[in-house]
């Protein structure tokens, strides 16, 4: 059977290989609460869904929820983006590969928790999804790519799992609400603009003995560092004084714990 759309109960699916489909997009917009089968037959044929296409749900704003089935191994390119009724996402633990900008745009998102077989959080995956108020990062993720949460202005705490060892530029950029960070071991560069405009910043956490690399003074442009306390490990407030781009704190706010 060559590759081509059909629909089942209203959701419309492409043959990708075999008997495997990927949801694709639907003509009239999905709406309101859909549930995605792990299986769907056609003709007689049963096809297992394992992957949700590019722009499959994107600019669907009446769609409130969405249930993922643990046969998805791929979410694809700006999937869900501006999706503003969304309100929360739980992405299955057989989820390998989220495209970039997925879920971007999505105004309505509260609450993601991101699957334990991930291991990148694309480019704006989640950019501008101004409501988002946590999320769950795995030990599976090693890196945070571009503006992966930027913009996500209700974001108010992050912790950088230990697996984590490339954050890209502007990441956690224009995240206004954000109060405190916790970075890594595994973390010895930090590119540029990704704390940056976040105003409310007011603890940051280093575990590592030995200052990451900042990239250039864009990491924490419009925090205002002489209102944040900067926690670092035991014997090593004398390496971060003296680093080119940690000692922009202000020494009194560099905390031994």
């Known amino acids: 059977m060559q590759a081509q759309d059909f629909d089942v109960d209203s959701i419309y699916y492409k043959v990708v290989n ?6 694709t997009f639907n003509p009239n917009h999905y709406k309101g609460e859909i549930t995605i089968p792990a299986q769907v037959i056609y003709k007689g044929i049963i096809y297992t869904v394992n992957s949700i296409g590019p722009a499959a749900f994107a600019i669907c704003d009446s769609l409130t929820y969405i ?15 501006n999706c503003n009724n969304l309100k929360s996402v739980t992405i299955p633990n057989s989820v390998a590969e989220i495209g970039y900008s997925a879920f971007s745009g999505c105004n309505g998102l509260t609450s993601v928790t991101i699957s334990t077989s991930v291991t990148k959080i694309m480019e704006t995956t989640f950019f501008d999804c101004s409501n988002l108020k946590s999320v769950t990062i795995p030990n599976s ?24 060892n490339f954050i890209g530029d ?10 405190s960070i916790v970075i890594p071991n595994s973390l010895t560069k930090i590119m540029p603009e990704v704390f940056s405009l976040c105003t409310r910043l007011k603890s940051v956490t280093c575990l590592s003995s030995f200052p990451p690399h900042l990239y250039d003074h864009s990491v924490f442009s ?36």
């Not at 993922?68 to 999937?79: D, E, K, L, T």
């Open 18 to 23: 075999g008997t495997n489909v990927e949801v």
């Open 170 to 179: 502007g990441a956690f950029s224009r995240c206004d609400s954000l109060t």
């Open 67 to 81: 249930n993922i089935p643990n046969s998805v191994i791929s979410i694809g390119q700006i999937a869900f983006m």
């Open 141 to 164: 993720v090693t890196a945070i790519r571009h503006y992966a949460f930027s913009g996500c202005s209700s974001l108010e705490s992050v912790v950088i799992p230990d697996s984590v």
């Open 222 to 257: 419009g925090v205002k560092v002489e209102n944040c306390t900067l926690y670092v490990p035991t014997d090593s407030k004398k390496l971060y004084e003296a680093n080119e781009g940690w000692k922009n704190f202000i020494i009194s706010n560099i905390v031994e714990k």
